[in-house]
């Protein structure tokens, strides 16, 4: 609050606007402490700016993506947004890209997939509450009605960035900061404290300027009530002082002789042409306000900046990308109503509370060519599993609500991705039709696989007609991509595509490399051999099994490492092992041939 030196005892009185307000701030400032946030629900008003976009759908493969997960992940997501306008279904990886499948993009001139390492919820999952900020120059009246307004208890303060029509971040308000400032400020010298703009006292007492000394920021002196005793008050004003005084013009005079920087004339009080001209001797500024002076006293403070108020250090905010446990668990150590959420730069985008956390959106996400809880993405178990599509055996996925589940007995995935194409009318562009072919060829590694279908072949056929690939030419060069093992580390081979299986209770990692020519696999052999035990503890599992294919030959050398391995190995293929590992010709599928043969082994 404004001091007052002496009491005007003309017969200024507070008008009822002045009364209300300070009621309705005492009011906000109970309501603020009282109020559970936890059962306060966003509320709806247009002064928000709550954006508004298509949910985004994440369409992803196994952890381990190999060229059918990638390429069926892009097209069925190029098919969904064909078909729903509702949603934005994106591409994405959970792991890293084989060379095979680089090769295939690279043909397809397709850019590579988003790479997602979870799917838990962040806080651009909530309706984060977007609107703009007030500059830091905005006065305590001004925001104090925007609060009103918006029914708001905090207030971001921002300021642009140049060349950019986001805002830069610099503090925020709250109602206890905006009360404190107006009932619990004592000091005369609050504007010059806190340079406060003589636009702003002019905008807040609603004045005129009589005249105007280029006066534009007030940077020291206090505010004096020009009441009482004229000469007496004369010895109390000192240079830059900001004097109210009603229709007394000895006082008006005296004021602008002794170096007041203001003088503000209350009640309508006219600002004669000799104060006029002596106030330009003096660079002294008139203003004329229809307040009286008890009001224009007590409604002054209301035009210093928010920045005076404003916290600007230590701030606790958080960004798009942070994840909602642990915003949750900062927000419990706080008792903070509302949170500013920025961009990674700064710049501010909005506020969130508690009660936001109550809404949050989980990710939703479409699963390919896997339905198994282990190689599924970080964070699976917390999503919203819209669909799933896929070629292997049921396993170990559970979801809340009821789910499109298309799981069908063929090669790909990409083939039943291509008999959804068919079944709405939609013939794939040249570029995705090159990704399903590559996807097909790939996992029934050109046919040899006993995954193969008739369903398989001919999808390859009419695929290949729309890509304009030679399905031969192609396999080769694809499958030749994909086995360059030379410049690849022992960890490099061992992830290059590993998937993880539990059967009977037993975690089993399988890998696989395929490769066009056995004398690729050589070293490929040595550096696994000497790693699968570490890779097998680096993964936490119980046993590891590791297939070398030769496609051509349609033979595979598996590796192995783990308690009981290798009886299990003897067991499902009722043959001895040599040399530390173990041949079966016309072995050349995971999912088809040894995961089931190793299912058994076990049960028996």
Same mark, same amino acid.
């Given at each position: 609050?404004?001091?007052?030196?002496?009491?005007?005892?003309?017969?200024?009185?507070?008008?009822?606007?002045?009364?209300?307000?300070?009621?309705?701030?005492?009011?906000?400032?109970?309501?603020?402490?009282?109020?559970?946030?936890?059962?306060?629900?966003?509320?709806?008003?247009?002064?928000?700016?709550?954006?508004?976009?298509?949910?985004?759908?994440?369409?992803?493969?196994?952890?381990?993506?190999?060229?059918?997960?990638?390429?069926?992940?892009?097209?069925?997501?190029?098919?969904?947004?064909?078909?729903?306008?509702?949603?934005?279904?994106?591409?994405?990886?959970?792991?890293?890209?084989?060379?095979?499948?680089?090769?295939?993009?690279?043909?397809?001139?397709?850019?590579?997939?988003?790479?997602?390492?979870?799917?838990?919820?962040?806080?651009?999952?909530?309706?984060?509450?977007?609107?703009?900020?007030?500059?830091?120059?905005?006065?305590?009246?001004?925001?104090?009605?925007?609060?009103?307004?918006?029914?708001?208890?905090? @207030?971001?303060?921002?300021? +642009? !960035?140049?060349?950019?029509? =986001?805002?830069?971040?610099?503090?925020?308000? &709250?109602?206890? $900061?905006?009360?404190?400032?107006?009932?619990?400020?004592?000091?005369?010298?609050?504007?010059?404290?806190?340079?406060?703009?003589?636009?702003?006292?002019?905008?807040?007492?609603?004045?005129?300027?009589?005249?105007?000394?280029?006066?534009?920021?007030?940077?020291?002196?206090?505010?004096?009530?020009?009441?009482?005793?004229?000469?007496?008050?004369?010895?109390?004003?000192?240079?830059?002082?900001?004097?109210?005084?009603?229709?007394?013009?000895?006082?008006?005079?005296?004021?602008?002789?002794?170096?007041?920087?203001?003088?503000?004339?209350?009640?309508?009080?006219?600002?004669?042409?000799?104060?006029?001209?002596?106030?330009?001797?003096?660079?002294?500024?008139?203003?004329?306000?229809?307040?009286?002076?008890?009001?224009?006293?007590?409604? @002054?403070?209301?035009?210093? +900046? !928010?920045?005076?108020?404003? =916290?600007?250090?230590?701030?606790?905010?958080? &960004?798009?990308? $942070?994840?909602?446990?642990?915003?949750?668990?900062?927000?419990?150590?706080?008792?903070?109503?509302?949170?500013?959420?920025?961009?990674?730069?700064?710049?501010?985008?909005?506020?969130?509370?508690?009660?936001?956390?109550?809404?949050?959106?989980?990710?939703?996400?479409?699963?390919?060519?896997?339905?198994?809880?282990?190689?599924?993405?970080?964070?699976?178990?917390?999503?919203?599993?819209?669909?799933?599509?896929?070629?292997?055996?049921?396993?170990?996925?559970?979801?809340?609500?009821?789910?499109?589940?298309?799981?069908?007995?063929?090669?790909?995935?990409?083939?039943?991705?291509?008999?959804?194409?068919?079944?709405?009318?939609?013939?794939?562009?040249?570029?995705?039709?090159?990704?399903?072919?590559?996807?097909?060829?790939?996992?029934?590694?050109?046919?040899?696989? +006993?995954?193969?279908?008739?369903?398989?072949?001919?999808?390859?056929?009419?695929?290949?007609?729309?890509?304009?690939?030679?399905?031969?030419?192609?396999?080769?060069?694809?499958?030749?991509?994909?086995?360059?093992?030379?410049?690849?580390?022992?960890?490099?081979?061992?992830?290059?595509?590993?998937?993880?299986?539990?059967?009977?209770?037993?975690?089993?990692?399988?890998?696989?490399?395929?490769?066009?020519?056995?004398?690729?696999?050589?070293?490929?052999?040595?550096?696994?051999?000497?790693?699968?035990?570490?890779?097998?503890?680096?993964?936490?599992?119980?046993?590891?099994?590791?297939?070398?294919?030769?496609?051509?030959?349609?033979?595979?050398?598996?590796?192995?490492?783990?308690?009981?391995?290798?009886?299990?190995?003897?067991?499902?293929?009722?043959?001895?092992?040599?040399?530390?590992?173990?041949?079966?010709?016309?072995?050349?599928?995971?999912?088809?041939?040894?995961?089931?043969?190793?299912?058994?082994?076990?049960?028996?």
């Amino acid at each position: 609050m404004t001091e007052v030196n002496t009491y005007d005892s003309e017969g200024d009185q507070a008008n009822e606007e002045s009364g209300q307000e300070l009621a309705e701030l005492l009011h906000a400032l109970h309501e603020e402490d009282s109020i559970d946030p936890e059962l306060l629900l966003p509320e709806e008003d247009e002064d928000y700016l709550i954006e508004e976009k298509k949910p985004d759908v994440y369409v992803v493969g196994h952890k381990s993506p190999d060229t059918d997960s990638i390429t069926s992940a892009i097209a069925y997501a190029n098919l969904k947004n064909i078909t729903d306008k509702t949603r934005n279904y994106i591409p994405a990886r959970a792991g890293a890209v084989q060379d095979e499948t680089q090769y295939v993009l690279n043909h397809a001139e397709i850019e590579m997939p988003l790479f997602i390492d979870n799917v838990y919820t962040q806080v651009k999952d909530i309706d984060i509450r977007q609107f703009t900020g007030v500059h830091e120059d905005v006065t305590l009246r001004h925001a104090w009605s925007i609060m009103k307004e918006r029914n708001i208890v905090t @207030i971001p303060v921002t300021e +642009p !960035i140049e060349h950019s029509v =986001k805002e830069r971040f610099v503090g925020l308000a &709250t109602i206890k $900061d905006i009360g404190s400032a107006y009932l619990d400020n004592t000091s005369s010298e609050i504007l010059s404290n806190s340079g406060t703009l003589l636009s702003s006292v002019a905008r807040v007492l609603e004045a005129e300027v009589a005249y105007d000394s280029g006066l534009k920021r007030f940077e020291k002196g206090k505010i004096f009530i020009g009441a009482g005793d004229a000469n007496a008050i004369a010895g109390f004003i000192r240079k830059g002082d900001i004097v109210i005084v009603s229709n007394r013009r000895v006082t008006q005079k005296l004021s602008v002789q002794a170096g007041a920087s203001c003088v503000i004339l209350t009640m309508g009080a006219p600002a004669t042409q000799e104060l006029i001209d002596l106030a330009a001797t003096k660079k002294c500024t008139i203003l004329c306000t229809p307040h009286d002076t008890f009001s224009a006293a007590k409604i @002054i403070n209301q035009s210093i +900046p !928010i920045s005076y108020i404003m =916290k600007k250090n230590n701030i606790v905010g958080f &960004t798009p990308e $942070d994840y909602l446990e642990d915003v949750k668990d900062t927000m419990t150590k706080l008792k903070h109503r509302d949170f500013p959420v920025l961009d990674n730069d700064g710049s501010f985008i909005g506020m969130i509370s508690r009660r936001f956390l109550l809404y949050a959106r989980k990710k939703q996400v479409i699963l390919v060519d896997h339905n198994e809880q282990g190689q599924a993405v970080a964070g699976i178990e917390g999503a919203d599993i819209l669909e799933i599509i896929d070629h292997h055996r049921l396993s170990s996925i559970s979801t809340i609500n009821p789910v499109f589940f298309r799981n069908q007995p063929v090669g790909s995935t990409n083939t039943i991705v291509f008999e959804m194409y068919n079944e709405q009318g939609i013939t794939p562009s040249k570029q995705i039709a090159t990704l399903m072919c590559a996807g097909i060829l790939s996992d029934t590694l050109m046919f040899r696989s +006993p995954t193969t279908t008739q369903v398989d072949r001919v999808a390859v056929l009419k695929l290949s007609e729309i890509a304009e690939i030679n399905i031969e030419a192609f396999s080769k060069a694809m499958f030749h991509a994909g086995s360059q093992l030379d410049e690849k580390s022992p960890a490099e081979l061992f992830s290059h595509d590993f998937k993880t299986f539990t059967v009977e209770g037993v975690d089993i990692g399988i890998g696989q490399i395929n490769v066009m020519d056995q004398d690729e696999l050589v070293s490929a052999r040595e550096k696994l051999q000497t790693y699968l035990e570490e890779g097998m503890h680096e993964k936490q599992m119980d046993m590891v099994f590791f297939m070398l294919t030769d496609i051509p030959s349609s033979c595979t050398e598996v590796l192995y490492t783990g308690n009981g391995a290798a009886s299990l190995l003897e067991n499902a293929f009722e043959r001895p092992i040599v040399d530390s590992s173990m041949k079966v010709e016309g072995l050349v599928s995971r999912k088809k041939q040894l995961v089931p043969e190793l299912i058994v082994a076990m049960q028996k």
